[in-house]
Each structure stands twice: as C-alpha cells, then as structure tokens.
C-alpha cells in the first residue's frame, strides 16, 4: 500500500516537538511518506486543510499532534486511520505498523 502519514501539529506544542525526533523516522522505516503539517504554516496548511477538516470538520477532538494516514493525499483522499496525542517511540511504531496492516 501507497500513503502518506501527515502530522497536523503547532510550533507551541512541546508534545508535538518531542515526537518530531522519530516520527518521521518511523514513518520512512515503514515504507510511509512522511508529511509535517504546522498550523502556522499557512501554505502548506491551506493545502492539507481539507483533509484536516475531512476527520474534523470543527477541529473538535483533534489530539496534538494528530497523524492522518493517507491514500492519494494530493488527489481524491482515502483516511485509512489516525493516531494522535503523546506517544511513546515503540508504541507509535506498533500502531502505525498496525494502521498499515488493517
């Protein structure tokens, strides 16, 4: 399978700063491209946002960061999960890799 994991996270979240230390890292070591979404990035999120608004139309239950795993995140989208919140190194490993396998 062909997706993109994208991270939906804000530059004053602490959270959000700790994964970047190895999310994207797990992400490439499962085959995934990887794709950081700032919020204060206007650009690039303006072009991530409909897939953003897709899981959470009010933005209401979003977890900082929050992953959407993507098919086809340039064209017609398929949200195939998410993780979202702290999570440790191993146990997003585990999850993702589950994500990828279901």
Wanted: net charge neutral; hydrophobic share 35%; proline share 4%.
């Amino acid at each position: 399978m062909s997706c993109s994991l994208i991270k939906f996270s804000s530059e004053d979240c602490g959270t959000c700063h700790r994964m970047s230390f190895f999310d994207s890292k797990v992400a490439t070591e499962l085959g995934i491209e990887f794709i950081s979404v700032k919020l204060q990035d206007t650009v690039v999120y303006r072009k991530y946002r409909p897939i953003l608004l897709k899981q959470y139309p009010t933005k209401e239950g979003m977890g900082w960061p929050t992953y959407l795993l993507v098919n086809d995140p340039e064209g017609e989208f398929e949200i195939i999960g998410e993780l979202k919140g702290g999570i440790a190194k191993g146990d997003f490993r585990e999850r993702l890799s589950n994500l990828i396998t279901n």
